[in-house]
């Protein structure tokens, strides 16, 4: 396939390509062979600081805040036209950066000038006030105002989309902002600074540093000229957010981890609940929130299902990302491919089965954990309660829609789950039961760009999506204006007596 050449990254602050302040980098590297692709500018506190001040200043000062809608909405359409126009050359970064297929990243680029479409027409469409009279004195109205600057927080698993699942909606709702990426994944975001500053954006209304969360991620969150923080990653980072923005009563939208279950019931279409099982734990390497990666297999069709499971992970193709035959690539990074080597360790010693399909040997540099099934598991394993986040799927098997309810909620997490029944009575109660933000019913996990994401319990706070988004990124303002003549009391006005004590 055509290849793109890579340079080294810099931030992106005030419209401007910039090293950091202190004048570091660190190396960014190919998950594939674990060699150097480029060195990213690292960004600290005074990067940050740069940042926020000329967000701050293009949201109060600049013309972004107080342009016309559609005006403002003309520039996300024009950055939709640019994604589309370097799709090829963003799917490629993205699997050179990610270890993701190409086929899958492909996919994730246009739905990324989708997102930029999306609000655009969203907010012409769904941002909209509310008009209360009371009789003929008064009306009383609501308007959607921006907040400010905000800061988005971003994950490495397809980071590119996420970028602008986050970015759309801020800039739509006439907000400013400050993107700190993964530092795994830098290539895709430095593209998006680049196709930002072809549209023609103003100056500081959309700016990115690169660097670490505990330095550059910890000081977006506690800079008092940020009002709202959007992240998405894993739970315990955004409970720190939580607590580290706390002091300046930051807004927050959290979309964490998951560990969602997959039910499937003896009256099921099996092949087409085994299609979605095996693309919903398998795609994206594994690493996907909403993978099922917990599998209920009712205990009358097992053995069956477990046979079909073990021939499908056994033919599923590893291989080179760039290949578009690959199904499943390496992990993004020696660190994660040592973290899910350790739970396979721990599925070991706790008694599960492993059933793995094969890496080739020409792949033996890259992060390759290839797809895995656990069986002979039971719910309380730490395999099946804590997240993997790699192609490993737990597989329990239940006896009643009762015994797995209590199963499927006896975890932390509440991001997704999914269901597979023809009883539509049963499909219908158990998902409306099931503690999560979403359930797909007979589906895969397909998204609707006008419905909200997220999660409950561990796995989130917050909606965003449709036009749940604009609850985060607006303020709703209410006025109050009266339009006939009404009664005022009177409150201090000096009373006059008479020499009786008659008041006058």
């Known amino acids: ?63 972004w805040k107080h342009m016309t809608v559609q005006k403002r909405l003309s520039y996300l359409v024009k950055i939709a036209d640019l994604i589309e126009e370097n799709a090829e050359e963003i799917s490629y970064l993205e699997s050179l950066d990610t270890g993701l297929p190409i086929s899958q990243t492909k996919k994730q680029a246009a739905r990324a000038a989708e997102n930029f479409r999306f609000y655009a027409e969203m907010v012409k469409s769904r941002l909209v006030g509310e008009a209360y009279q009371v009789d003929d004195t008064f009306i009383n109205y609501t308007v959607h105002k921006p907040v400010g600057v905000a800061g988005l927080i971003t994950p490495w698993n397809a980071p590119f989309m996420l970028e602008t699942w986050k970015v759309a909606p801020a800039l739509a709702t006439g907000n400013t902002c400050v993107l700190k990426p993964a530092e795994w994944s830098p290539l895709t975001a430095n593209k998006l600074a680049q196709i930002i500053d072809q549209s023609g954006l103003p100056k500081g209304v959309f700016n990115v540093v690169h660097g670490f969360g505990e330095t550059a991620g910890a000081s977006l969150v506690a800079h008092p000229d940020v009002q709202l923080i959007s992240f998405t990653g894993e739970t315990t980072t955004g409970s720190e957010i939580i607590k580290n923005g706390a002091d300046t009563l930051k807004r927050v939208s959290m979309e964490l981890g998951g560990k969602s279950p997959a039910i499937i019931f003896e009256d099921a279409d099996l092949e087409k609940a085994l299609d979605s099982i095996i693309w919903g734990i398998y795609s994206f390497n594994g690493e996907r929130c909403t993978s099922n990666s917990r599998l209920f297999v009712h205990e009358s ?64 540099e890259g992060n390759y954990i290839a797809p895995t099934l656990l069986l002979d598991c039971t719910n309380d394993m730490t395999v099946a309660q804590e997240e ?117």
């Open 388 to 504: 993997i986040f790699g192609p490993v799927m737990a597989v329990i098997p239940f006896s009643s829609e009762e015994e797995v309810l209590r199963m499927a909620n006896d975890i932390k997490y509440g991001l997704a789950a999914f269901i597979w029944t023809n009883d539509m009575k049963r499909g219908h109660r158990l998902a409306q039961s099931v503690d999560s933000g979403m359930v797909w019913v007979n589906s895969q996990n397909v998204r609707d760009l006008r419905i909200p994401f997220g999660g409950s319990k561990s796995s989130g706070v917050g909606r965003e999506g449709g036009h749940y988004s604009f609850d985060f990124y607006t303020e709703t303002q209410v006025i109050h204006v009266a339009i006939g003549d009404h009664h005022i009391p009177k409150f201090g006005v000096k009373k006059h007596l008479s020499a009786n004590g008659i008041e006058k």
């Open 1 to 63: 396939m055509k290849t793109y050449p890579v340079t080294d990254i810099q931030h992106y602050i005030n419209g401007e390509f910039t090293d950091g302040v202190a004048g570091k980098s660190f190396q960014n590297i190919n998950p594939f062979n674990n060699q150097p692709i480029n060195a990213v500018a690292e960004g600290f506190k005074e990067d940050i600081d740069l940042a926020v001040a000329a967000a701050r200043e293009a949201f109060d000062h600049g013309p």
């Open 301 to 364: 069709i097992k053995d069956q299902f477990i046979e079909s499971l073990k021939e499908r992970v056994q033919n599923i193709l590893v291989g080179d990302p760039m290949d578009a035959e690959t199904e499943v690539g390496p992990l993004i990074h020696r660190q994660h491919f040592g973290n899910v080597s350790r739970y396979l360790k721990i599925a070991e010693k706790e008694g599960a089965t492993i059933v793995s399909g094969s890496i080739p040997p020409e792949f033996k």
